[in-house]
């Protein structure tokens, strides 16, 4: 399907928290980007709603200001800047004024009469999660959530802060949405390489066969961040790198690696195998997990030869702090296709680059045939997926090295989406944001499915509030974690598999700067 042959309906986004940092740094540059890219209705309004008193004019300069930054597609679109800046208004109103949110509802109507038609109207809660249920209690009020067609309501993380709160966040969304107008969002899900996953798996007679306990000896998962916490501390006091990374986004990736094949390509279908993934994931007791996780907190270190602070001297961070920035989790999924495989998880800030990958190593061949002196370089089977920062896909395996003896060699065969299509692949709201415009859910999180992720980690939760006080800061920055993730894999008998450090982050990455994530 080519843009040329489809357009979404019409539709108007309403951005509450317009005037804050996603949607000035991702929200709009990737709206302007799906504009560029001919995805965007005929008809569509961006709606930024904030209480900053701002004019439309200053907001239109905001966000203009964001797209020269940040969007994929602006050097070549520049001239487009001004034609999609006619799409952005600006409404400055009390979130908890019910007046104001009637305002907006007529503002609403008054869009869809201009367009003779009924729009899709789409709420993107880019606000402190504080502000999240006065918002749906307002749309409420006003009637905007009863279209159960056009009506659609999206959810930044964090979704709660644990499983009791997060079934209370669900019971509070679903008492005024259905849970097909629901989309909680997870960015990690919208990237190119996550998603082709599901394309590499089961697109491919090579691999499907191949994908189980029998020739699969471990899958790792690592989300590295160079970055420290950045403007985010006072928020990440309260999460730490277990909720606020491996929660939500590793977990995610580790259902779509683990999944059974669904029957269709269908939302639901989908889902339902994830969730299966998730209700299969072996429980740990709060006494195993001793030896099931390891966490850590970053001290002073050098980073690209720049001196960086530790976890406790950064902005909004208390100076005795207990929230761990390292996470590494071993998990097993009890069912017929990945019993006592182990999936390891890690996420960490301050580490010495910033990567995301999906590691997948191979048992070894059931007799070596080869003598021992042909096997000096060996290593073994992989297949590695890179999510950030080139995306693509890398499968190590062994050859014979060139001369007259018998020598294997390690080699590689990749494929990246700059080599194969000379095309960087679109961000992830900008695939996250066009599934919402045409009411996809396939690549958003359930209700069940949120509170399944919960249970899963609430063991360790629980384990490490009751261990009391870690010995923190237990890492040097710009190394790959404390020690006892090291011993988290290594009494396996397994080690981490270490990506290359990338001196620069911003080749090919379009040229844009490593900078906090949103989570």
């Known amino acids: 399907m080519t843009t040329t042959e489809f357009k979404p309906e019409p539709t108007t986004i309403v951005i509450f928290g317009a005037g804050g940092d996603l949607t000035w740094r991702k929200l709009t540059p990737a709206l302007f980007d799906l504009y560029t890219d001919n995805w965007l209705p005929e008809h569509f309004k961006i709606l930024g709603v904030d209480i900053k008193p701002l004019k439309e004019d200053e907001f239109c300069e905001r966000v203009r200001d964001g797209v020269t930054k940040f969007a994929r597609t602006y050097k070549e679109n ?137 020739y699969i000896d471990h899958v790792q998962i690592t989300v590295a961040e160079r970055v420290g916490v950045e403007h985010r501390g006072a928020y990440y006091e309260h999460a730490g790198a277990l909720r606020d990374m491996i929660q939500n986004h590793l977990l995610q990736i580790l259902c779509l690696v683990a999944m059974e094949p669904p029957v269709l390509f269908e939302a639901d279908e989908i889902r339902n195998r994830k969730v299966d993934v998730l209700h299969a994931i072996r429980p740990m007791s709060q006494e195993q997990v001793i030896h099931y996780a390891a966490r850590g907190q970053y001290s002073e270190g050098w980073i690209q030869g720049e001196r960086v602070n530790q976890y406790r001297a950064e902005p909004g961070v208390s100076s005795n702090s207990q929230t761990e920035t390292y996470a590494a989790i071993k998990l097993f999924i009890d069912n017929w296709r990945w019993q006592d495989v182990p999936f390891y998880l890690r996420t960490g800030k301050r580490l010495p680059t910033k990567v995301s990958i999906m590691s997948i190593e191979f048992r070894p061949v059931p007799h070596q045939t080869f003598p021992a002196t042909a096997l000096a370089s060996w290593e073994p089977n992989r297949l590695i997926a890179y999510m950030q920062p080139r995306e693509g896909i890398h499968i190590d395996f062994l050859a014979k090295h060139p001369g007259p003896r018998m020598r294997l060699s390690p080699v590689n065969m990749h494929f990246t989406y700059q080599e194969a299509f000379q095309s960087s692949p679109p961000e992830a709201y900008e695939t996250l944001l066009l599934d919402v415009i045409l009411g996809d859910q396939t690549l958003f999180m359930r209700d069940d499915q949120v509170e399944a992720a919960w249970k899963v980690i609430t063991p360790i939760l629980d384990a490490w509030q009751d261990q009391g006080r870690p010995n923190f800061p237990n890492y040097t920055a710009g190394t790959w974690g404390p020690e006892m993730g090291e011993v988290l894999i290594a009494r396996d008998g397994r080690s981490w598999f270490e990506p290359p450090v990338i001196e620069d982050d911003e080749a090919g990455m379009g040229g844009k700067k490593e900078v906090a994530p949103e989570g």
């Open 78 to 214: 520049e001239g487009k800047l001004g034609d999609f800046l006619i799409h952005v208004d600006y409404l400055c109103a009390d979130f908890k004024n019910p007046q104001e949110i009637e305002s907006l509802a007529s503002r609403l109507t008054d869009i869809d009469q201009e367009w003779d038609t009924q729009a899709n109207h789409i709420f993107y809660q880019a606000t402190p999660p504080e502000m999240v249920e006065t918002i749906v209690q307002q749309l409420a009020h006003a009637h905007l959530n009863r279209d159960r067609k056009h009506a659609r309501i999206v959810l930044e993380k964090p979704f709660g802060h644990d499983l009791a709160s997060a079934q209370e966040l669900n019971g509070m969304l679903t008492s005024a949405f259905a849970e097909s107008q629901i989309y909680r969002i997870d960015h990690y899900l919208g990237k190119e390489t996550v998603q082709n996953i599901l394309a590499f798996r089961f697109a491919n007679a090579l691999f499907e066969p191949i994908w189980d306990r029998r």
